[in-house]
Protein backbone atom coordinates (compact mmCIF):
# COMPACT_ATOMS: atom_id res chain seq x y z
CA UNK A 1 0.00 0.00 0.00
CA UNK A 2 1.12 3.48 -0.73
CA UNK A 3 0.46 6.23 1.98
CA UNK A 4 0.90 9.77 1.48
CA UNK A 5 0.59 11.46 4.86
CA UNK A 6 0.37 15.59 5.43
CA UNK A 7 2.16 16.16 1.98
CA UNK A 8 2.91 20.04 1.44
CA UNK A 9 4.94 21.35 -1.11
CA UNK A 10 5.71 25.37 -1.98
CA UNK A 11 7.62 26.98 -5.05
CA UNK A 12 8.58 30.14 -3.40
CA UNK A 13 5.97 31.44 -2.10
CA UNK A 14 3.26 29.36 -4.13
CA UNK A 15 1.74 26.63 -2.05
CA UNK A 16 1.18 24.16 -4.76
CA UNK A 17 -0.15 21.20 -2.53
CA UNK A 18 -1.45 21.55 0.83
CA UNK A 19 -2.70 18.46 3.62
CA UNK A 20 -2.25 15.70 1.06
CA UNK A 21 -3.31 13.07 2.61
CA UNK A 22 -4.25 9.10 0.84
CA UNK A 23 -3.84 6.07 0.17
CA UNK A 24 -3.86 3.61 -2.74
CA UNK A 25 -4.01 -0.18 -2.03
CA UNK A 26 -1.88 -2.70 -3.87
CA UNK A 27 -3.45 -3.51 -7.54
CA UNK A 28 -5.44 -0.29 -7.42
CA UNK A 29 -6.08 1.90 -10.71
CA UNK A 30 -6.57 5.56 -9.34
CA UNK A 31 -7.13 8.69 -11.29
CA UNK A 32 -5.82 12.28 -10.34
CA UNK A 33 -8.15 14.59 -11.91
CA UNK A 34 -8.01 18.20 -11.87
CA UNK A 35 -7.40 21.62 -13.69
CA UNK A 36 -4.33 23.41 -15.41
CA UNK A 37 -2.13 24.15 -12.31
CA UNK A 38 -4.06 21.93 -9.88
CA UNK A 39 -0.91 20.36 -8.69
CA UNK A 40 -1.15 17.10 -10.33
CA UNK A 41 2.56 16.75 -12.27
CA UNK A 42 3.81 18.06 -8.79
CA UNK A 43 1.94 15.41 -6.65
CA UNK A 44 3.32 12.80 -9.23
CA UNK A 45 7.18 13.68 -9.11
CA UNK A 46 6.72 13.44 -5.12
CA UNK A 47 5.48 9.93 -5.24
CA UNK A 48 8.10 9.33 -7.92
CA UNK A 49 10.81 10.60 -5.71
CA UNK A 50 12.23 13.43 -8.81
CA UNK A 51 10.47 16.23 -6.33
CA UNK A 52 10.89 16.70 -2.04
CA UNK A 53 8.30 17.33 -0.29
CA UNK A 54 8.42 20.28 1.87
CA UNK A 55 7.25 18.13 5.10
CA UNK A 56 4.68 15.06 5.06
CA UNK A 57 5.71 11.61 4.84
CA UNK A 58 5.24 9.39 2.03
CA UNK A 59 5.07 5.46 2.97
CA UNK A 60 4.84 1.87 0.77
CA UNK A 61 4.14 -1.36 2.13
CA UNK A 62 4.39 0.44 5.44
CA UNK A 63 7.90 1.73 4.75
CA UNK A 64 9.09 5.06 5.07
CA UNK A 65 10.33 5.99 1.73
CA UNK A 66 10.01 10.05 1.52
CA UNK A 67 13.80 10.27 1.37
CA UNK A 68 14.13 7.18 -0.58
CA UNK A 69 15.83 8.54 -4.24
CA UNK A 70 13.91 7.88 -7.18
CA UNK A 71 15.95 5.04 -8.42
CA UNK A 72 15.55 3.16 -5.11
CA UNK A 73 11.75 3.32 -4.96
CA UNK A 74 11.28 1.13 -7.78
CA UNK A 75 8.39 3.38 -9.53
CA UNK A 76 8.77 4.32 -12.98
CA UNK A 77 6.49 6.93 -14.97
CA UNK A 78 5.41 7.18 -18.63
CA UNK A 79 5.49 10.72 -19.26
CA UNK A 80 3.33 12.77 -21.17
CA UNK A 81 5.20 13.39 -23.98
CA UNK A 82 6.81 9.93 -24.22
CA UNK A 83 10.29 10.59 -23.88
CA UNK A 84 11.39 7.91 -26.01
CA UNK A 85 15.12 7.19 -27.70
CA UNK A 86 14.96 9.06 -31.26
CA UNK A 87 18.09 6.92 -32.04
CA UNK A 88 17.20 3.67 -31.48
CA UNK A 89 14.23 2.09 -32.76
CA UNK A 90 10.93 0.49 -31.15
CA UNK A 91 12.20 -2.61 -29.57
CA UNK A 92 15.74 -1.57 -28.89
CA UNK A 93 13.45 1.15 -26.40
CA UNK A 94 11.50 -1.20 -25.26
CA UNK A 95 14.75 -3.23 -23.81
CA UNK A 96 16.54 -0.48 -23.22
CA UNK A 97 16.30 -0.51 -19.12
CA UNK A 98 17.39 -3.98 -18.97
CA UNK A 99 20.90 -3.37 -20.54
CA UNK A 100 22.09 -2.94 -16.92
CA UNK A 101 19.45 -5.03 -15.05
CA UNK A 102 19.02 -7.90 -17.51
CA UNK A 103 17.14 -10.47 -14.77
CA UNK A 104 14.22 -8.20 -14.11
CA UNK A 105 12.74 -9.34 -17.52
CA UNK A 106 12.96 -12.87 -19.13
CA UNK A 107 12.86 -12.78 -22.62
CA UNK A 108 10.03 -14.54 -22.59
CA UNK A 109 8.21 -11.89 -20.73
CA UNK A 110 9.31 -9.44 -23.25
CA UNK A 111 7.92 -10.95 -26.11
CA UNK A 112 4.66 -11.76 -24.16
CA UNK A 113 4.48 -7.75 -23.87
CA UNK A 114 5.06 -6.89 -27.12
CA UNK A 115 2.23 -9.15 -28.12
CA UNK A 116 -0.18 -8.12 -25.51
CA UNK A 117 0.38 -4.26 -26.91
CA UNK A 118 0.24 -5.27 -30.17
CA UNK A 119 4.21 -3.93 -31.48
CA UNK A 120 4.90 -7.19 -32.93
CA UNK A 121 5.23 -5.47 -36.21
CA UNK A 122 6.53 -2.03 -35.53
CA UNK A 123 9.77 -3.39 -33.75
CA UNK A 124 11.84 -2.82 -36.22
CA UNK A 125 10.58 1.19 -37.13
CA UNK A 126 12.51 4.02 -36.00
CA UNK A 127 10.79 6.12 -33.66
CA UNK A 128 9.60 8.91 -35.92
CA UNK A 129 7.77 6.29 -38.02
CA UNK A 130 5.07 5.34 -35.46
CA UNK A 131 1.98 6.83 -34.33
CA UNK A 132 0.65 8.60 -31.92
CA UNK A 133 -0.53 5.66 -30.20
CA UNK A 134 2.08 3.38 -31.20
CA UNK A 135 4.51 5.44 -29.67
CA UNK A 136 2.35 5.59 -26.16
CA UNK A 137 2.53 1.76 -26.85
CA UNK A 138 6.31 1.65 -26.66
CA UNK A 139 6.55 4.08 -23.96
CA UNK A 140 4.55 1.15 -22.00
CA UNK A 141 6.15 -1.17 -22.83
CA UNK A 142 9.16 -0.12 -21.72
CA UNK A 143 8.21 0.92 -18.45
CA UNK A 144 6.86 -2.31 -17.75
CA UNK A 145 9.62 -4.51 -18.84
CA UNK A 146 11.14 -3.01 -15.78
CA UNK A 147 8.15 -4.05 -13.46
CA UNK A 148 7.87 -1.19 -11.57
CA UNK A 149 6.38 -1.73 -8.13
CA UNK A 150 4.09 0.80 -8.90
CA UNK A 151 3.01 2.28 -12.52
CA UNK A 152 2.68 6.06 -12.72
CA UNK A 153 0.68 7.78 -16.14
CA UNK A 154 0.97 11.53 -16.85
CA UNK A 155 -1.79 12.10 -18.95
CA UNK A 156 -1.15 8.99 -20.58
CA UNK A 157 -4.14 9.51 -23.52
CA UNK A 158 -4.14 12.93 -24.15
CA UNK A 159 -2.59 13.47 -27.36
CA UNK A 160 -4.46 10.37 -28.78
CA UNK A 161 -8.07 10.00 -29.78
CA UNK A 162 -10.86 7.90 -30.67
CA UNK A 163 -10.45 4.40 -31.33
CA UNK A 164 -7.00 4.53 -30.25
CA UNK A 165 -7.77 5.84 -26.76
CA UNK A 166 -10.23 3.64 -26.12
CA UNK A 167 -7.88 0.52 -27.29
CA UNK A 168 -4.79 1.98 -25.10
CA UNK A 169 -7.32 2.50 -22.23
CA UNK A 170 -8.75 -1.04 -22.20
CA UNK A 171 -5.12 -1.97 -22.43
CA UNK A 172 -3.80 -0.01 -19.14
CA UNK A 173 -6.58 -1.59 -17.60
CA UNK A 174 -5.64 -5.12 -18.81
CA UNK A 175 -2.08 -5.05 -17.49
CA UNK A 176 -2.98 -3.49 -14.38
CA UNK A 177 -5.21 -6.13 -13.58
CA UNK A 178 -3.34 -8.90 -15.09
CA UNK A 179 -0.45 -7.63 -12.95
CA UNK A 180 -1.98 -6.85 -10.06
CA UNK A 181 -0.03 -3.14 -10.47
CA UNK A 182 -1.03 -0.08 -8.80
CA UNK A 183 -1.60 2.20 -11.48
CA UNK A 184 -1.84 6.28 -10.96
CA UNK A 185 -2.89 8.44 -13.63
CA UNK A 186 -2.84 11.51 -14.05
CA UNK A 187 -5.30 13.53 -16.31
CA UNK A 188 -7.95 16.90 -16.97
CA UNK A 189 -10.47 14.37 -18.64
CA UNK A 190 -13.29 13.68 -16.03
CA UNK A 191 -14.38 10.98 -18.63
CA UNK A 192 -11.42 8.95 -18.65
CA UNK A 193 -10.84 9.25 -14.89
CA UNK A 194 -14.32 7.73 -14.04
CA UNK A 195 -14.44 4.92 -16.35
CA UNK A 196 -10.80 3.95 -16.12
CA UNK A 197 -9.87 3.78 -12.30
CA UNK A 198 -11.28 1.87 -9.05
CA UNK A 199 -11.02 5.31 -7.84
CA UNK A 200 -11.04 9.20 -8.48
CA UNK A 201 -8.55 12.20 -6.55
CA UNK A 202 -10.23 14.98 -7.48
CA UNK A 203 -7.85 18.45 -6.83
CA UNK A 204 -8.53 21.57 -6.56
CA UNK A 205 -5.89 24.57 -5.83
CA UNK A 206 -3.63 22.36 -4.61
CA UNK A 207 -5.73 20.25 -1.85
CA UNK A 208 -7.96 17.22 -1.99
CA UNK A 209 -11.74 18.10 -2.65
CA UNK A 210 -13.19 13.95 -3.54
CA UNK A 211 -11.27 10.91 -3.45
CA UNK A 212 -13.59 7.67 -3.91
CA UNK A 213 -14.97 5.75 -6.53
CA UNK A 214 -16.68 6.82 -9.91
CA UNK A 215 -19.82 5.53 -8.82
CA UNK A 216 -19.91 8.17 -5.31
CA UNK A 217 -17.93 11.23 -7.42
CA UNK A 218 -20.77 11.34 -10.39
CA UNK A 219 -23.61 10.79 -7.46
CA UNK A 220 -22.56 12.39 -4.50
CA UNK A 221 -19.85 15.04 -5.62
CA UNK A 222 -18.59 16.41 -2.26
CA UNK A 223 -18.93 19.99 -3.20
CA UNK A 224 -20.10 22.66 -5.86
CA UNK A 225 -16.46 22.75 -7.07
CA UNK A 226 -16.51 18.99 -8.20
CA UNK A 227 -19.89 18.80 -9.71
CA UNK A 228 -19.15 22.52 -11.60
CA UNK A 229 -15.64 20.54 -12.90
CA UNK A 230 -17.15 17.36 -13.62
CA UNK A 231 -20.22 18.60 -15.82
CA UNK A 232 -18.46 21.48 -17.53
CA UNK A 233 -15.82 18.86 -18.24
CA UNK A 234 -18.37 16.61 -19.97
CA UNK A 235 -20.57 19.19 -20.96
CA UNK A 236 -17.89 20.54 -23.05
CA UNK A 237 -16.94 17.38 -25.12
CA UNK A 238 -20.86 17.09 -25.08
CA UNK A 239 -21.04 20.15 -27.13
CA UNK A 240 -17.95 19.52 -29.15
CA UNK A 241 -19.85 15.84 -30.27
CA UNK A 242 -23.14 17.71 -30.86
CA UNK A 243 -21.22 20.64 -33.11
CA UNK A 244 -20.52 17.73 -35.40
CA UNK A 245 -24.02 17.04 -35.97
CA UNK A 246 -25.93 19.26 -37.73
CA UNK A 247 -29.46 18.95 -38.34
CA UNK A 248 -28.86 15.11 -38.60
CA UNK A 249 -25.91 15.61 -41.07
CA UNK A 250 -22.21 15.07 -39.99
CA UNK A 251 -20.13 17.99 -40.65
CA UNK A 252 -16.73 17.95 -41.12
CA UNK A 253 -14.98 18.58 -37.30
CA UNK A 254 -12.51 21.57 -37.44
N1 LIG B 1 9.60 23.55 -10.60
C1 LIG B 1 8.67 24.49 -10.37
N2 LIG B 1 9.02 25.72 -9.97
C2 LIG B 1 8.10 26.67 -9.72
N3 LIG B 1 6.78 26.48 -9.83
C3 LIG B 1 6.35 25.28 -10.23
C4 LIG B 1 7.27 24.21 -10.53
N4 LIG B 1 6.56 23.12 -10.89
C5 LIG B 1 5.27 23.49 -10.84
N5 LIG B 1 5.13 24.77 -10.43
C6 LIG B 1 3.86 25.48 -10.23
O1 LIG B 1 3.04 24.66 -9.42
C7 LIG B 1 1.69 24.71 -9.85
C8 LIG B 1 1.20 23.30 -10.14
O2 LIG B 1 1.92 22.81 -11.26
P1 LIG B 1 1.69 21.34 -11.84
O3 LIG B 1 2.63 21.15 -12.96
O4 LIG B 1 1.76 20.36 -10.72
O5 LIG B 1 0.17 21.44 -12.34
P2 LIG B 1 -0.68 20.41 -13.19
O6 LIG B 1 -1.93 20.15 -12.41
O7 LIG B 1 0.14 19.23 -13.55
O8 LIG B 1 -1.04 21.27 -14.48
P3 LIG B 1 -1.20 20.80 -16.04
O9 LIG B 1 -2.57 20.16 -16.13
O10 LIG B 1 -1.16 22.10 -16.77
O11 LIG B 1 -0.10 19.87 -16.39
C9 LIG B 1 1.64 25.65 -11.04
O12 LIG B 1 1.23 26.91 -10.58
C10 LIG B 1 3.09 25.69 -11.52
O13 LIG B 1 3.38 26.93 -12.09
MG1 LIG C 1 0.84 18.40 -15.42
Known amino acids: MLELKNIEKSFGNVNVLRHINFSVDDGEIISILGSSGSGKTTLLNIILGITQPDCGEIRFNTHDITKVPMEERGFNIVFQDYALFPNLNAYENIVYGLRNKPDISTPDEVQDLIDLLGLREHLNKNIEQLSGGQKQRVALARTLVMKPRILLLDEPLSALDGVIKESIKEKIRQIAKEFHLTTIIVTHDPEE ?17 QYAKPDEII ?24 ALFDGGEVRTAV
Open 219 to 242: HAPKDGFVTEFILRQLEIKRSNIL
Open 193 to 209: ALSLSDKVMILGSGTIL
